[in-house]
């Protein structure tokens, strides 16, 4: 039996978009205009990005600390990923200089997801076309 195809993504794109938002007060500035949460692949990274979103929307900082206690308020901190995986992130994420090229990477991955979704519903429609 073979496996399904992946659709297209980057953890790493994700995770370094993620890590610049925690390690740069400035950074939410170079990509809000860019990515939205939906264009994430991972779910948990969909809630860390919603939680530094609503956080910068309310002028408040936003860093490993604020955004694990925004999301444990929230009761999102462990499908998130925890504590541990917020400070990894962060940790691993070598500058925030290039955070709109890491945007860019994950907004591209999603194009190409909602491209598939969008022929794979054509297909199924004309499929399911009785002739009219």
Request: glycine content about 8%; charged content about 20%; some cysteine.
């Amino acid at each position: 039996m073979l496996d399904a195809p992946v659709p297209p993504h980057s953890v790493e794109a994700e995770q370094a978009v993620l890590g610049g938002l925690l390690i740069d007060p400035v950074a939410w500035d170079n990509v809000a205009d860019v990515i939205t949460q939906d264009d994430f692949y991972r779910p948990d990274h969909q809630l860390i990005f919603a939680a530094i979103g609503t956080l910068a929307g309310e002028g408040k900082p936003c860093d490993v600390v604020t955004v694990s206690q925004h999301l444990e308020r929230t009761g999102k901190l462990e499908p998130a990923g925890g504590l541990a995986y917020l400070s990894s992130v962060a940790r691993d994420t070598p500058t925030a200089a290039n955070v709109r090229a890491y945007a860019d990477i994950v907004r591209e991955r999603s194009l190409l997801r909602q491209l598939i979704r969008a022929g794979t519903d054509i297909a199924a429609a004309v499929f399911n076309n009785d002739g009219e």
